[in-house]
RNA sequence: GCGGAAGUAGCUCAAUUGGUAGAGCUUUAGCCUUCCAAGCUAAAGGUUGCGGGUUCGAGCCCCGUCUUCCGCUCCA
């Protein structure tokens, strides 16, 4: 009998990358020139299997629902966007790293922190001489206390040449501010500081045949501002009423400074996002419904529920009133696989701003207009593929052999079934050439008549093939085959005719989404 | 970006003190085979990540660089 091989953690991890590669599904991005960091090509089947994932959630949301619609926008949009969103400030962090304690931080918040460390100081001061004298004034002791004005006149000082330093985008006068201040690091207690360097977090491109600073565009940072910029559009044209959502799925570009863990971390990836549009004050309940929803899209693939958790983030983004993740349990450890977040209407309220448009529904029965609150829903695709391989991938020992399978859900499989001659004489091929041309239609189909019947088997186990049809010596006489089951290794036996219909039911992304 | 470890065939790994780059699996072609990685024959696959240096001679030693994994850090 069977037993299982239990992997986890890093073994598990690295298994799952090598498998990977060795089976057609994700290669290191331009691998021949040694690659590109955290950038990653799919292959044959992952690509496949990319694209069933795609479809399972469009379908879900797009299909299952009569107020949510689709779009697919640009990867560029007008530079003004990420002003808006606020993404051209908070993706914009100068950063300094202490040599002795290897620890980095952002150099404008140790020249805060040291502004504030002064008025602390002035702040004594005042405390102080408020115990000293009776009818004491302040504002007077501020203006005349040569001690305090010392110290606003340093603190004033500071603040303008960083105010300047910041504007001017020059980093060595923000590194010389902190040298003059002295300003030491909290762990190690030494001055010893590299340069500041400034990590932007979009991609920059130029835009137009001239490159100067007015034509530099970005990459999109997350796929959202798409939707928010077409919120009118999509709700005038598509005669949308709120609450209503709009999802799309793309590419988007994050300049980590730290990108790792295989495709869990890349600098170009893939988001599945769904904005929804709802009345102000109902916002909450719209959160909890889609978290209860989307955790439940995820159940349905059929993993253990133990691998799924939520997780509310307690220190909340600029945009959100609520945000959780659900975590997935990866190879190492719990990690973000899908954000629900309620941006109440902080997007579209900046875009009216800076767009000078208004963005606002009409809502009849309330005779009003408003701009309405946004709860979003935003996986991560690659994330999802990761989840999926890791869940799916084991190795078992079946007759002191280790089988390894990927146990995927047959609707995402790359492949939907293999048609496998059991020998290649006797006219098996050609009833398996025929059956293979009727299967084609449903999705990625295997012709394989190479080695043994148990090697191929083995072969689509480790793709996460789920039915494997062998044409045996019993079809030449009764017109039945073996469907042999990728999980349990069982077979059963059906007529040809019944074949086309038995892998479609079983393998259809439709049927899953009947399960929801 | 810092620190640690690593990089040799598609995959997993060898290669004595610095002395001719190898094996298993996989792949391809064929033989044999009637249900779970069987056997036989043959073939393919490498500028040892890349670039320098030391040496009569470098996969091995030194320097640089790229990539990956781990730990920090970062993740609106």
Not at 133 to 142: A, C, G, Y
Not at 149 to 155: A, G, L, T, Y
Request: charged share 30%.
């Amino acid at each position: 009998m069977s037993q299982n091989h239990i992997l986890q953690g890093e073994d598990l991890f690295k298994k799952i990358i090598s498998h990977s590669k060795e089976y057609a599904f994700i290669y290191p991005s331009s691998e021949i020139y040694d690659g590109l960091s955290a950038v990653y090509d799919y292959g044959a089947y992952g690509a496949e299997l990319k694209n069933n994932i795609r479809a399972y959630w469009w379908q879900a949301m797009t299909y299952l629902h009569q107020n949510i619609v689709g779009i697919d926008a640009a990867i560029f949009m007008h530079p003004t966007t990420w002003k808006a969103s606020g993404h051209v400030d908070a993706f914009n962090d100068p950063l300094i790293d202490n040599k002795d304690s290897k620890k980095r931080y952002r150099a404008d918040v140790l020249i805060e922190e040291y502004i504030a460390k002064l008025q602390d100081k002035i702040q004594k001061e005042i405390d102080k001489a408020r115990k000293r004298f009776e009818n004491f004034d302040e504002q007077l002791f501020r203006n005349t206390n040569p001690r305090v004005k010392e110290i606003q006149e340093k603190i004033h000082q500071i603040e303008s040449r960083f105010k300047k330093a910041l504007e001017d985008n020059h980093l060595d006068e923000i590194k010389q501010i902190i040298l003059d201040c002295e300003i030491v690091c909290p762990v190690s207690g030494t001055k010893n500081w590299t340069d500041v360097r400034q990590f932007n977090l979009m991609f920059a491109t130029q835009m137009g045949s001239v490159s100067d600073e007015a034509n530099t565009i970005y990459l999109r940072p997350e796929t959202a501002q798409g939707i928010f910029v077409n919120f009118l559009n999509v709700q005038k044209t598509a005669r949308m009423k709120i609450p209503f959502g709009i999802a799309q799925t793309g590419k988007a570009f994050r300049n980590e400074i730290v990108a790792r863990q295989f495709i869990f971390r890349m600098r170009e990836f893939e988001q599945m996002e769904m904005q929804f549009f709802v009345k102000p004050g109902t916002e909450m309940e719209w959160y909890e419904y889609w978290k209860e929803a989307r955790l439940k899209w995820h159940l349905n693939l059929g993993f253990t529920p133990d691998k799924y958790r939520f997780k509310d983030h307690t220190k909340l983004a600029h945009y959100a009133n609520a945000a959780c993740d659900i975590e997935f349990q990866f190879p190492f450890g719990f990690k973000e696989l899908e954000g629900i977040h309620s941006r109440t209407d902080f997007d579209l309220s900046n875009h009216e701003k800076y767009s000078g448009k208004k963005l606002q529904y009409f809502d009849v029965e309330e005779n009003k207009s408003y701009v309405p609150y946004v709860v979003e829903t935003s996986v991560g695709l690659d994330r999802l593929f990761l989840a999926i391989l890791s869940a799916g991938y084991k190795e078992e020992m079946v007759e002191n052999e280790i089988r390894t399978v990927l146990s995927i859900p047959p609707a995402l499989a790359p492949v939907k079934a293999a048609v496998l001659p059991l020998v290649k004489k006797d006219g098996m091929p050609e009833i398996a050439e025929k059956l293979w041309n009727e299967l084609k239609y449903i999705g990625k189909i295997i012709y394989d008549d190479k080695d043994s019947v148990g090697r191929r088997y083995r072969r689509q186990d480790a793709i996460g093939t789920p039915y494997c049809i062998t044409i045996d010596n019993q079809t030449l006489q009764d017109e039945t085959v073996t469907i042999r089951h990728r999980d349990t290794m069982e077979q059963i036996r059906l007529p040809l005719n019944k074949v086309y219909n038995y892998i479609e039911q079983n393998t259809s992304i439709t049927e899953l989404l009947k399960k929801l």
